[in-house]
């Protein structure tokens, strides 16, 4: 198997954001500005690395019947770990996205590429899918973020360069996310064809 | 390696030793992490105390805990490190997602010196604005407001400007900081008894 290959599906393919749909609770709640959802991306691809090595090293040893129990135990140890480290280590980043940490656990990227790639592959097979399908969440979320907060806080990355008083608030907003979460889908798969 | 049958010895087994490891793994992930949060907090809250009292130099005095039956009977922990300019206090309400944590600083007036957040579960991007937006020289301003009279927000008949979408928020913040005044009032009167 080509392993720039799972990389480029990750991407673009089977982009999760915009093509597969997955997590969409943590994409629309978390992509308020550039830099949160960005974050959000990177944490979900730590913990999507972990998971889908680990899973694909003990898939042989885990019965078909509880599979599913098992690799919930294995994300919601991973997660808890990442929360610690974060909590411990990077204050800024817990103030920010603290809630939806430990969120993560039921994000459906992760048990659907236990479920559907590492529960199937090697362990260095889902390692680069792991890269893969967390770069394609990263990407799709910092899109949505920078689309958002351009438009809803008149910034990038916390540089402000338009005034408050042109700003659009829905866009910060809850419908502003499935606004613009729609319209990117749109624009991506155009592009795609 | 052929899949492990789903008998129910095997299941049992896999499933209780998977849980087993998981839970030591974070029980020593725990162990590595508890100081370095507890001193992350403990330098949240000495730089706090030196931003709410509007000083760089602050030494606490001394540190009182208050125990108040808030209006629905519940009682209520205060924490109040007195030092020279005044005291600064710690108050907890209940805001849109968790506990709200505030810190107010007031002088021996009773007057508002600054505010910080030091732990709160609100939305990011919209009631996590909280930490800047009653700041001096920003929209919602307290800061030299006196609380003798409760602060409202403007929607309930006050005289302070809510954070934009995220009235529930900025509700329960200025209770938290009626709240710590009314304790450090009632503080000051036993005092003098």
């Known amino acids: 198997m080509n392993y720039l290959n799972i990389i480029k599906n990750g991407i673009i393919k089977d982009n999760p954001t915009f093509v597969l749909m997955l997590g969409m609770c943590p994409t629309l709640a978390t992509t308020t500005s550039a830099l949160n959802g960005l974050s959000m991306g990177l944490a979900t691809m730590t913990v999507l690395l972990c998971t889908n090595v680990v899973i694909s090293c003990i898939k042989n040893i885990t019965p078909d019947k509880v599979r599913i129990p098992v690799f919930i135990v294995v994300i919601a140890a991973f997660v808890t770990l990442l929360q610690m480290a974060i909590k411990a280590y990077l204050p800024d980043i817990d103030k920010a996205l603290g809630l939806f940490i430990p969120l993560i656990v039921v994000n459906c990227i992760i048990l659907g590429r236990a479920e559907a790639f590492a529960a199937k592959n090697t362990p260095l097979a889902s390692l680069v899918d792991g890269i893969g399908i967390g770069l394609g969440f990263t990407l799709g979320l910092t899109l949505l973020g920078i689309v958002r907060e351009v438009l809803g806080s008149g910034a990038i990355f916390g540089w402000v360069f338009i005034p408050d008083n042109y700003n659009i608030l829905l866009f910060v907003l809850a419908p502003g996310a499935f606004i613009t979460l729609g319209y990117l889908i749109a624009i991506v798969n155009k592009l795609k064809k | ?193």
């Open chain 2, 1 to 193: 390696m052929k899949k492990l049958e789903s008998t129910l010895l095997n299941m049992v087994l896999v499933l209780t030793s998977v849980t087993v490891l998981m839970g030591f793994i974070l029980a020593y992930m725990n162990h590595l992490t508890i100081n370095p949060i507890a001193l992350q907090k403990e330098k949240t809250l000495n730089e706090g105390i030196k931003s709410v009292m509007a000083s760089s130099d602050i030494e606490v005095t001394s540190v009182d805990t208050l125990r108040l039956h808030c209006a629905k009977g519940k009682e209520q922990a205060f924490v109040i490190y007195h030092n020279k300019k005044g005291a600064a206090i710690e108050s907890t309400t209940l805001g849109f997602g968790g506990p709200l944590k505030v810190l107010v600083g007031f002088d021996v007036q009773g007057a508002i010196l600054g505010y910080t957040i030091l732990e709160h579960q609100e939305t990011p991007g919209l009631g996590a604005k909280a930490d800047q937006w009653f700041q001096e020289g920003q929209n919602g301003c307290i800061v030299g407001l006196n609380p003798s009279d409760s602060l409202y927000v403007k929607k309930d008949g006050g005289q302070v400007d809510a954070i934009t979408a995220s009235t529930i928020t900025s509700r329960a913040f200025l209770l938290a900081v009626n709240n710590a005044y009314q304790a450090y009032i009632s503080n000051r009167k036993e005092d003098k008894q």
